[in-house]
Nanobody, 114 residues
């Protein structure tokens, strides 16, 4: 069955960096686009970044452009989200999603605070 397991979240000071990972199994990873979403308390879940199956195409939400980078390693069945210049408003639970399917990871908490 499809499994998506995020890791790498934590507490970081404003201006700091984190790298999230999402380990995937149960499907042909190299054939699937992958997405990162986030959900802040009291807010709707929103898409952060997306990457095509081979990694050649990426897209970002305007509020993370230039700060976040999505990448993938198809040999390791893993998608990453490198987050730099973090701001308090980036605080949220971050989820990976298999394309636009109903398969989501359990989420990893990112807290940006001094």
């Amino acid at each position: 069955q499809v499994q998506l397991v995020e890791s790498g979240g934590g507490l970081v000071q404003p201006g700091g960096s984190l790298r999230l990972s999402c380990a995937a199994s149960g499907f042909t990873f190299s054939s699937a686009s992958m997405n990162w979403y986030r959900q802040a308390p009291g807010e709707e879940r929103e898409m952060v970044a997306t990457i095509s199956n081979a990694g050649g195409r990426t897209n970002y939400a305007d509020y993370v452009k230039g700060r976040f980078t999505i990448s993938r390693d198809n040999a390791k069945n893993t998608v990453y989200l490198q987050m730099n210049s973090l701001k308090p408003e980036d605080t949220a639970v971050y989820y990976c999603r298999l394309g636009f399917s109903d398969y989501w990871g359990q989420g990893t908490q990112v807290t940006v605070s001094s």
